[in-house]
């Protein structure tokens, strides 16, 4: 059974700093398509930062120059460093693995909540 967990989660004041982790139980992992989204409340998920199976990276405008996606395929991680956090990246953080194909299924984490108060 394919899992995904996230960890890292918690309180912060605005200006600090998470890092999330995704433990994916992919045993081919590296083709994946890695994501992490986000759902605020009352909201539509959003897109936060994406890196593909060769590296390409890219991030909502919302946190360009303040997060930082890398993988590990060795360790079928996925990590989300957040910096410089701000009251409006508080959300539910989910990880989701994309598998290139569209004949095969994708997978989600069940979230890890981020709250940013003052």
């Known amino acids: 059974q394919v899992q995904l967990v996230e960890s890292g989660g918690g309180l912060v004041q605005p200006g600090g700093s998470l890092r999330l982790s995704c433990a994916a139980s992919l045993i081919d992992f590296s083709i994946y398509t890695m994501n992490w989204y986000r759902q605020a409340q009352g909201k539509q998920r959003e897109l936060v930062a994406r890196i593909t199976a060769g590296s390409a990276i890219n991030y909502a405008e919302s946190v360009k120059g303040r997060f930082t996606i890398s993988r590990n395929n060795a360790k079928t991680t996925v990590d989300l460093q957040m910096n410089s956090l701000k009251p409006e990246d508080t959300a539910v953080y989910y990880c989701?693995?994309?598998?290139?194909?569209?004949?095969?299924?994708?997978?989600w984490g069940q979230g890890t909540q981020v709250t940013v108060f003052l």
């Open positions: 989701n693995a994309d598998h290139p194909s569209p004949f095969a299924n994708d997978y």
